[in-house]
């Protein structure tokens, strides 16, 4: 086993225990900016009309955050995460990104600091059918990647990490929700991204399998990683350190 994979150690399964912004308590230091959003707003053309979306949206995200941006459906809230998971350019301000600037990127070096700087987790979690736990997990690296023939190896290492070390040759038809789930969060881990982007998580789960999920999210958090979940339930907020309200594309 390789050094690195000795530093990816298995998820232990907890109970849910929700406290108002994460009552897990921090054991670790909230450290520089990695997304600035600055006077954002965005718009879009139907016809001869423009219908705007978005208006002067304005926070910061530091390393080692836990932020869950809320808000009822309409809101916004997935106008907001294409956004800050770079799918998307504003219509005026900024968007940074560990100091880059979408709107000063060409779309080839958008794609790639996309790929290696932000994992994305999704509700469906928008498995390959034909392809094994182990071969979706390693899918993301086969156009960016961080590790030069490690690939292989680090993917096994997070789903073993996530608790599918038997599951790993098993295709998305024979997995279970939950399992989907992990497999995603996985592949979301592949390249070490700087940001962990989730929307609405739970959203496909039972309440016993979302509370595992949680789990690891925050599990995820107290050891350094960023994270940035969309939801519109406030319990499932109440694991983050901040929460961002948005309300008809306002915060």
């Known amino acids: 086993m390789s050094d690195e994979a000795e530093n990816i150690k298995p998820f232990k399964t907890e109970f849910c225990r929700i406290n108002p912004l994460n009552g897990y308590g921090k054991e670790h ?7 600035e959003v600055i006077d954002v707003k965005k718009s879009y053309i139907l016809g001869e009309m423009e219908v705007p979306i978005l208006h002067d949206i304005n926070f910061v995200v530091h390393e080692g955050e836990f932020l869950a941006i809320m808000g009822p459906s309409g809101s916004g809230k997935s106008t907001l995460m294409n956004l800050i998971g770079f799918l998307d350019r504003p219509t005026e301000g900024k968007i940074i990104i560990k100091g880059s600037e979408i709107n000063k990127l060409s779309d080839k070096e958008v794609a790639r600091l996309r790929g290696l700087e932000i994992g994305f987790v999704f509700q469906v979690f928008n498995l390959i059918p034909r392809l094994t736990a182990l071969e979706n997990v390693e899918l993301p690296t086969y156009a960016n990647s ?26 998305p038809g024979e997995l279970s929700g939950g399992q989907s789930q992990r497999v995603a969060i996985a592949r979301a881990l592949i390249n070490d991204p700087a940001i962990i982007l989730a929307d609405e998580p739970t959203g496909n789960l039972d309440s016993k399998t979302g509370c595992e999920i949680l789990n690891i999210f925050t599990r995820l958090n107290r050891d350094g990683r960023t994270i940035i979940m969309i939801t519109h339930d406030p319990e499932i907020a109440k694991y983050a350190d901040k929460i961002v309200f948005l309300k008809d594309g306002s915060i």
Do not use: F, S, T
């Open 146 to 171: 961080k590790y030069e023939g490690g690939a292989r190896q680090r993917a096994k290492d997070l789903l073993r990490m996530v608790g599918l070390e038997d599951r790993m040759n098993h295709k």
């Open 29 to 35: 230091k909230i450290g520089a900016p990695v997304i």
